[in-house]
């Protein structure tokens, strides 16, 4: 199976690298991360749906890409969601599914600004991993959220790798922001053998 873009994804040194590489892989992504079995947003969805959520209130897809968690959370029952992304070529993907309210360009390794104000819960699938997001993004995805809101994300085999990434997810709980409410290791990608967890945490 072609994994042309797919085997290079990882270990961008820049944020410019890494908006150019999704840039260019945005009209064929879809399809590639579909042929490897790509599991993690429904995984998400399903992860948030057995926490009982409100799905009328908004959320926000972080690092929405072409809009495929966006697609598993309607396909769950959620109605609002916004989405917001790093790459223009992925937000234009997106914005062509008509499944988000609003999509604008931004970058989750700094204070999120968003222009509807906090949400209800947040999604970051297959997004929090080496050379596309930091571990802060998990405090920043934070941020965006109500007291009561839920952030469910994944961390991939490769940031699963990386004690910064689940320090991260300890460092939120432990300093008493969230709490955790759902942990499952799972398939990320079976056709490249790579797996995540995914995670939910609710900000006290």
Known sequence: ??????HKAYGFEDPEQTETFYDDWAKTYDDEVRKNGYLTPGRCADALVSLDPEKS???IDLGCGT????LAFKKAGF????????????????RSHNLYRDLWQGDLSVPIETPHGLYAHAIAAGV???????PSTIFN???V???GGVLVFSLNDHALADPAYPGAVNEAVDAGGAELVFKEYGEHLPGTGLKAEVYALRKR
């Open 57 to 59: 209130s908004p959320i």
């Open 1 to 6: 199976m072609s994994d042309e873009f797919l």
């Open 145 to 147: 959220l109500k007291p």
């Open 128 to 134: 929090v991993n080496p050379g596309h997001a930091p």
């Open 79 to 94: 109605d609002i969601i916004d989405g917001v992304d790093f790459s223009e070529g992925m937000l234009a993907e997106a």
């Open 67 to 70: 809009g495929l968690a966006g």
């Open 141 to 143: 995805a934070l941020n």
